[in-house]
Nanobody, 119 residues
Framework: QVELVESGGGLVQPGGSLRLSCVASGSIFGILSMGWYRQAPGKQRELVARITSGGSTNYADSVEGRFTISRANAENKVNLQMNSLNPEDTAVYSC?????????????WGQGTQVTVSS
């Protein structure tokens, strides 16, 4: 079946950059949007960025201007370029694909990748 795998996480110093990628294996029918979420210890999961099939994007206020989401539909891939990272960005980052096939709405999640910003 469909599987989403994130990569690119790791340890980075404040002010540094990371690029996360999420690729989906298998067939996802009628993708509506792709998004990145994050969850820090003791905090609720929050939306970081989302991009629709039409290319429109939205970002959390805390990351707008620093993060950029992009997609490569041919490869069922979504990327998140993260610049000017600070310790508050430390979290597990997960990707989400939303689709709307004729038989009903579907939602797919990756396992997550750890991002740690520390000096």
């Amino acid at each position: 079946q469909v599987e989403l795998v994130e990569s690119g996480g790791g340890l980075v110093q404040p002010g540094g950059s990371l690029r996360l990628s999420c690729v989906a294996s298998g067939s996802i029918f009628g993708i509506l949007s792709m998004g990145w979420y994050r969850q820090a210890p003791g905090k609720q999961r929050e939306l970081v960025a989302r991009i629709t099939s039409g290319g429109s994007t939205n970002y959390a206020d805390s990351v707008e201007g620093r993060f950029t989401i992009s997609r490569a539909n041919a490869e069922n891939k979504v990327n998140l370029q993260m610049n000017s990272l600070n310790p508050e960005d430390t979290a597990v980052y997960s990707c989400d694909f939303q689709s709307g096939p004729p038989w009903g709405r579907e939602d797919y999640w990756g396992q997550g990748t750890q991002v740690t910003v520390s000096s």
